[in-house]
Nanobody, 127 residues
Framework: QVQLVESGGGLVQAGGSLRLSCAAS????????MGWFRQPPGKEREFVAA???????????YYADSVKGRFTISRDNAENTLHLQMNSLKPEDTAVYYC?????????????????WGQGTQVTVSS
């Protein structure tokens, strides 16, 4: 069974930090484009960040403008995990955060381009 499982969410005050993790299993995701999306309460799911395979040792990253400079996406291929370091958190960052994978290795920020999804982890930022 192909699975992506998020963890690390929780409650934090504005200005604080959280580190999300996504454990992948069932197949290798090494060359997939891996991404984070989020869905704020009452709103549609939106792109946050992604990391795209370029070579055996090189990946590229890209971010939504709303999080650029505050969030950092990374991956650990040895452990088949994806991470999102979130700093300087704001109340508007409150959302369920999902990890996802695009097996077509696209340079995409579109939800429908991603094949595999986790169940999400809640992040709540208080003012």
């Amino acid at each position: 069974q192909v699975q992506l499982v998020e963890s690390g969410g929780g409650l934090v005050q504005a200005g604080g930090s959280l580190r999300l993790s996504c454990a992948a299993s069932g197949r290798t995701f090494r060359r997939d484009t891996m991404g984070w999306f989020r869905q704020p309460p009452g709103k549609e799911r939106e792109f946050v960040a992604a990391i795209r395979w370029l070579s055996a040792i090189t990946y590229s990253t890209y971010y939504a403008d709303s999080v650029k400079g505050r969030f950092t996406i990374s991956r650990d291929n040895a452990e088949n995990t994806l991470h999102l370091q979130m700093n300087s958190l704001k109340p508007e960052d409150t959302a369920v955060y999902y990890c996802a994978a695009d097996s077509s290795q696209r340079n995409s920020n579109v939800m429908d381009d991603f094949d595999y999804w986790g169940q999400g982890t809640q992040v709540t930022v208080s003012s």
